[in-house]
């Protein structure tokens, strides 16, 4: 992959009245904390977005690499063959799907971990074949999988964790814009980006509290023993072995087993070294509990310009938004609800499946639209209140869900 997809900003000065949908609003004439916008740095996607920004600006700064220009009419491609453009289709046709994907990828990242256990070749064929239906069904809807990344079992979490990193890398490199056939390379590093974990001894990879000196050392090695376990392996592209050997590197140079530093680092190492750090944080293990999404973004700005580009976390807070479908919101009169749907053109106002009333008890599933301005039965607006941390108020998401929707 080249490194347009993490180019630098070229700004371009437009008057407010002269924005079209499509273009990719990267700075204000003003600072962003006085206006009401979310995240630094949006695509204008509806006619709503850009009457929004009329009447808050004068004048925007455009990034131009980000604006999406108008589809010209293309030949039809030969029978059979995908192409980039988004084929969309709701949620309830999409999630039962999704979790039969899910669940044989998982399935299959495990059978890949027993293989490299006990000296077995890595089955590549059928990793690709995997990792191109996840493609497929990202690019027609991108909420089901997400949705499944949220779902955790702390007993099983290297083998998710590797499943996860692939679904996030290719739903933030579709964000980004790169072609299809490179989605599937870089959801294919994601998932074996963490194979030499395999070899590292249990007590350390589960250890409660701070490894010794000497445990760090055996821990740091699995970048090294991913690299070699993949250099041996058949069919593996050297975008896979590299991101499994890097992705512990850091920008300033801090990072392992190299201490390589920015210009050294790849595009796709830099993608997965953020969303494999974002999922860690969010992730339940053996010994601690997973950490809240807005408390893992906040985690991912601070190391911004040190340990990521600062670019990249960014465009990651962009795609993945405030509320990722999965997350476990409580409502201002305290109800709880799990977000299971989000709309590009309302990230902040996603649809939610209520599950707990306000005293925190079980009651019929509802499902909220926020962009409708939803009321209570006091007659108050739905309001989030709080992100909560995975597993908050022991809601199973699987369970609720598929109840819902298979």
């Not at 969309?88 to 046709?93: E, H, S, T, V």
């Not at 070899?199 to 490894?211: D, F, S, T, W, Y």
């Not at 944080?281 to 053996?286: A, K």
Request: proline share 5%; hydrophobic share 35%.
């Amino acid at each position: 992959m080249e490194d347009r997809y993490l180019s630098s900003t070229r700004r371009l000065k437009i008057d407010v009245q002269a924005l079209e949908i499509g273009m990719f609003v990267c700075d204000l004439d003003r600072p962003w904390i006085d206006s009401p916008f979310l995240l630094q740095g949006f695509l204008l996607e509806t006619a709503k977005d850009i009457e929004t920004v009329q009447k808050v600006c004068d004048y925007v700064y455009v990034d131009v690499a980000k604006c999406i220009r108008k589809e010209r009419k293309r030949p039809p491609k030969a029978q059979g063959r995908r192409t980039d453009a988004p084929l969309k289709i709701g949620f309830a046709q999409a999630f039962e799907h999704s979790i039969d994907i899910y669940d044989r990828a998982h399935a299959l990242v495990k059978s890949t971990m027993d293989d490299i256990q006990f000296g077995k070749a890595i089955d590549t064929g059928s990793a690709k074949s995997l990792v191109k239906e996840c493609v497929d069904t990202i690019i027609a809807n991108p909420n089901t999988l997400l949705l499944l990344t949220r779902i955790r079992n702390k007993d099983e979490y290297t083998s998710q964790h590797s499943l996860n990193v692939c679904i996030l890398s290719i739903v933030l490199g579709r964000f980004l814009g790169i072609p299809v056939a490179k989605l599937e390379e870089l959801g294919l590093c994601g998932l074996l980006h963490d194979m030499g974990k395999i070899k590292v001894p249990n007590e350390i990879l589960n250890k409660e509290g701070r490894l010794t000196p000497e445990e760090y050392e055996i821990m740091k090695s699995h970048a090294t023993l991913g690299r070699d376990i993949l250099m041996t392996a058949r069919d593996i592209p050297p975008s896979a072995v590299d991101v499994a050997y890097s992705h512990h590197e850091k920008l300033n140079g801090s990072g392992y087993p190299r201490g390589r530093n920015s210009e050294s680092i790849t595009p796709f190492t830099k993608i997965v070294s953020i969303v494999d750090t974002y999922d860690a944080i969010t992730s339940d293990r053996v010994y601690q509990n997973g950490r809240s999404h807005l408390n893992a973004l906040n985690i991912l700005m601070k190391s911004s310009g040190t340990h990521f580009p600062s670019s990249l976390v960014i465009n990651f807070i962009a795609c993945i938004g405030v509320y990722p479908p999965g997350s476990i919101v409580e409502f201002e009169n305290g109800e709880v609800g799990i977000v299971f749907e989000v709309s590009a053109e309302a990230k902040s106002k996603p649809k939610v499946l209520l599950t707990l009333d306000r005293f925190k008890m079980p009651r019929e599933e509802i499902v909220l639209d926020l962009s409708q301005e939803s009321r209570d039965e006091n007659g108050e607006p739905y309001r989030i209140k709080e992100v909560l941390r995975p597993k908050s108020y022991d809601i199973d998401l699987k369970t609720y869900l598929k109840e819902v929707w298979v």
